[in-house]
């Protein structure tokens, strides 16, 4: 009765079911066309390239773009007047030598009239044969597309996938491909008999993923999404692996096995803002910088790193289409995968993870929101859809908000507890007109299950360092100084959310700085936090905070409480109830268009003694390399090739 009761309002009211149990209000209720093809940044799905990809000849296989007339920006296309390149060489290259795969380009055809050959052939003539194919192998796949049109031709993309093919008589066959992966995952001393293999393949198939060449580990169902669990690991050990589909199987990957808690020397490595930069095809390879992502994922895993941390931004994203959304992480999930089939990754969200529904109100980004229904199309629930980590985090206090599982999260490697957080978490680019949080701004829910994981972390004698990330710094210092999580000292700025009863927008009960502060103080009064991580600007920095360092409170420096700290006649205040000096990093330069300092009242502090040791401000692309034993945590900064930004020996020396 009381379900009809409501439906039967919604009905009265003039609004659908599906609008009215938003916890934001929907723009379209107040006249704002929605702009469907917002920000696309890939026009075609990988669903749609490999659909191209056909049964071939006895040169190779065929790509024919018949049939494929719509575009993801909604336009239509000609499939006829489509021309371009594609480029093939074998993956992995040299397979029998190398443990680190990567891309090798052999040879190149035309695509005319939307039709091209994948010349599999000369692959496998003498002299050419670098993996002693016989009769099936896999090769990298680049696509370089454009359409003719009657005044400008139209640049159609790049995309890279993969094609696996056998050879039967003269023909050359394509046979199921492993498109993604596989990639070694869930690699932690919470559960170091456990690890898990994610892949994908162009076609629903049953799996196996073969361990030591002994053990297999099979599917029940087939699918395109592979996530298969191998159980029964030693800790601490070296094995062995390979994917089988069929009569296909990769070649022989390695990975090592979590050490048991408390145990072991450990290394691993934290960046974030891995999207496009500047400088054309390499370093704006839809949605991604490729070139400095693969210098830095090659380096870690020569540095000998166990897992590697990115702090979000991984890719360009904020569009309003799914397969876009889906595509660059594809792509962004492909350049690291030479590291990540042996050590796994763990990604958190940033502002960029945004997959948005977006109206026009005449301003040149529009009203921007996380997009709906969450379950299925918000970016937390494809986030959580394309990477695999752990489910542990908080419950959503509002069922009718996007999900936390997958983009909050805890894990421990060894002696070391990472936390993971998400700031940039059901974003809204006009919070206060239509609901949603900003960017850097963390709900009450969330915040509770980070003081309580510190908490439990205090208390685990096998826990020696605490480790936060997340992307957006909680101390900048360039650029996202207005926004991040101080927004100019502006504590208005808040999340909101939509009652429908009421017909009213609710604000959270603390602003930005308030919900920093708080999280500052939770994290003082842990000894064992070694460091809290963050990105979004792109450039490196680190500063010590201690109870003497100025960060701005606004109970004691709004003195004309209008909700803004700096006003004329203003000072920042220190928090005096901090107990443990902690470093805070800023370290978003992996690719992203670099930034310059700006001046804080927190850097302000350290740079009027002169002192580099507690505080660092660098402009280069960088990596954070990190090692743990059960003495010390000790940091190591560098660029892309090789060379030594900065470095602290024992993050935890500022504790005594």
Request: net charge negative; charged share 20%.
């Amino acid at each position: 009765m009381k379900k009809l009761l409501s439906i039967v309002f919604y009905i009265l009211t003039g609004f659908s079911f599906a609008q009215t149990n938003l916890p934001v209000k929907d723009p379209r209720n107040e006249s704002y066309p929605e702009m469907q093809y917002s920000g696309v940044r890939n026009l075609l799905s990988i669903e749609q390239i490999h659909s191209c990809m056909k049964t071939g000849s006895a040169d190779g296989l065929i790509f024919d773009m018949t049939g494929i007339t719509n575009l993801l920006d909604g336009s239509e296309i000609d499939p006829s007047r489509v021309y371009g390149f594609i480029y093939s060489g074998p993956y992995p290259f040299e397979s029998h030598e190398v443990q680190y795969a990567y891309h090798r380009f052999r040879l190149g055809s035309k695509i005319e009239n939307g039709k091209g050959a994948l010349l599999i052939d000369y692959l496998l003539q003498p002299g050419l044969n670098s993996e002693e194919w016989i009769d099936r192998g896999t090769v990298i796949a680049r696509l370089e597309l454009y359409c003719e049109t009657d005044t400008c031709d139209r640049n159609l993309g790049i995309y890279d996938t993969y094609v696996s093919f056998k050879k039967e008589d003269t023909m050359y066959i394509r046979t199921p491909s492993i498109i993604e992966g596989p990639f070694v995952n869930m690699v932690t001393s919470d559960d170091p008999q456990v690890i898990v293999i994610s892949f994908q393949t162009d076609v629903a198939v049953i799996a196996r993923v073969v361990l030591n060449d002994k053990a297999v580990f099979v599917e029940k169902q087939p699918t395109t999404k592979h996530e298969i669990s191998i159980t029964g690991l030693h800790p601490d050990k070296h094995y062995e692996y390979c994917v089988q589909i069929g009569e296909n199987k990769t070649k022989s990957y390695t990975f090592k096995s979590a050490p048991l808690p408390g145990k072991g020397k450990i290394c691993f490595a934290y960046v974030g803002d891995t999207r496009e930069g500047h400088g054309g095809i390499g370093r704006t390879f839809m949605g991604i910088n490729r070139t400095i992502l693969d210098k830095i994922a090659n380096l870690i895993y020569l540095k000998g790193t166990d897992f590697f941390l990115v702090g979000g931004d991984l890719i360009n994203g904020y569009t309003t289409i799914k397969d876009d959304f889906i595509n660059q992480l594809y792509f962004w999930k492909q350049t690291l995968a030479g590291f990540w089939h042996m050590r796994p990754v763990y990604t958190g969200m940033g502002n960029h993870e945004a997959l948005l529904r977006v109206f026009d109100d005449g301003t040149p980004y529009g009203i921007s929101l996380d997009r709906w229904p969450y379950e299925t199309e918000s970016a937390e629930a494809v986030f959580a859809q394309e990477f695999v980590h752990p489910r542990n985090g908080p419950r959503v206090s509002d069922k009718r908000r996007p999900t936390y599982t997958e983009n909050v999260y805890s894990f421990q490697y060894g002696p070391v507890k990472v936390i993971a957080f998400n700031n940039n978490y059901w974003v809204s680019y006009q919070s206060g007109k239509f609901g949603g949080a900003p960017e850097g701004y963390i709900m009450d829910d969330q915040l509770s299950w980070i003081i309580q994981e510190l908490e439990k972390a205090e208390k685990n004698p096998t826990i020696k360092y605490i480790v936060l990330f997340a992307q957006e710094p909680v101390f900048p210092n360039s650029v996202h100084y207005d926004d991040a999580m101080w927004y100019d000292g502006n504590n208005n700025i808040r999340a909101y959310t939509y009652i429908m009863e009421k017909r009213t927008l609710v604000a959270e009960n603390k602003g930005i700085i308030d919900i920093r502060n708080d999280l500052v103080r939770a994290v003082s009064h842990c000894k064992k936090v070694a460091a809290v991580l963050g990105a979004d600007e792109h450039s490196y920095s680190k500063i010590m905070i201690n109870n003497t360092v100025p960060i701005g409170v606004p109970k004691t420096d709004d003195t004309n409480s209008n909700g803004k700290l700096g006003d004329t006649g203003e000072t920042y205040s220190n928090l005096s109830d901090l107990q443990y000096p902690t470093w805070y990093f800023s370290a978003g330069d992996a690719g992203a268009p670099y930034y310059a300092e700006v001046e804080t009242p927190w850097n302000r502090h350290w740079k009027i003694q002169n002192d580099t040791e507690h505080y660092l401000f660098s402009s280069q692309d960088h990596i954070l390399i990190f090692t743990a034993d059960e003495q010390k945590i000790s940091l190591t900064v560098y660029n892309p090739y090789g060379e030594i930004i900065d470095g602290i020996e024992n993050l935890m020396t500022i504790k005594e």
